[in-house]
T-cell receptor, first 113, second 116 residues
Framework: SQELEQSPQSLIVQEGKNLTINCTSS?????LYWYKQKYGEGLIFLMM?????EEKSHEKITAKLDEKKQQSSLHITASQPSHAGIYLC?????????????FGKGTKLSVKP | GAVVSQHPSRVICKSGTSVKIECRSL??????MFWYRQFPKQSLMLMAT?????????EQGVEKDKFLINHASLTLSTLTVTSAHPEDSSFYIC????????????FGPGTRLTVT
């Protein structure tokens, strides 16, 4: 089974609405990364969470990591068309010198004006 | 912030030929570089991890003789797709890490490969 489950797969929201994307790991994370991607383009780093219970915000995007370090959520407040894209969570299970990420399948977000 | 470039951004090649994709860290030394592949509407899949000066470590199912990775310097890694076939058409993204304690990866903009 998939180590990292991301939900929902796609999301269509009206501009101005709030939304949440979830990322659930089957095992404890060393770190959890959130990226935004427009398909066919590179990844834009949003946030990285490492401590249980950690929460970070950037503009209208807030990401949280639960205490058990197995679940993270990305919350967008008052969504705008510029938020549209694919959101990917990436799990770091090893830290240290290994550092490769296992990615979720992504959430495609559309924001209707 | 750290910048990673990839070249070319798009390439079209004929079946049976080889194509090389370059990944460069422009303003930092990348001790480790990662190569990912992304199929349409799917997530990124790690292909291999390369550390400067040593052989790349390939993920299970990735043919090392087909996807040749070289990490000859702290700022450059190359991925060569040998004897390309249409099924190799994909979006390839590299990322680089300096191996600092914060351990962020910096992603390149990606290369779209189309094999005809």
């Amino acid at each position: 089974s998939q180590e990292l489950e991301q939900s929902p797969q796609s999301l269509i929201v009206q501009e101005g609405k709030n939304l949440t994307i979830n990322c659930t790991s089957s095992k404890t994370l060393y770190g959890l990364y959130w990226y935004k991607q427009k398909y066919g383009e590179g990844l834009i780093f949003l946030m990285m969470l490492q401590k249980g219970g950690e929460e970070k915000s950037h503009e209208k995007i807030t990401a949280k990591l639960d205490e058990k370090k197995q679940q993270s959520s990305l919350h967008i407040t008052a969504s705008q068309p510029s938020h549209a894209g694919i959101y990917l969570c990436g799990a770091d299970y090893y830290g240290g010198s290994q550092g490769n990420l296992i990615f979720g399948k992504g959430t495609k977000l559309s924001v209707k004006p | 912030g750290a910048v990673v470039s990839q070249h070319p951004s798009r390439v079209i090649c004929k079946s049976g030929t080889s194509v090389k994709i370059e990944c460069r860290s422009l303003d930092f030394q990348a001790t480790t570089m990662f190569w990912y592949r992304q199929f349409p509407k799917q997530s990124l899949m790690l292909m291999a991890t390369s550390n400067e000066g040593s052989k790349a470590t390939y993920e299970q199912g990735v043919e090392k003789d087909k996807f040749l990775i070289n990490h000859a310097s702290l700022t450059l890694s190359t991925l060569t797709v040998t004897s390309a076939h249409p099924e190799d058409s994909s979006f390839y993204i590299c990322s680089a890490s300096s191996g600092t304690s914060s351990y962020e990866q910096y992603f390149g903009p990606g290369t779209r490969l189309t094999v005809t």
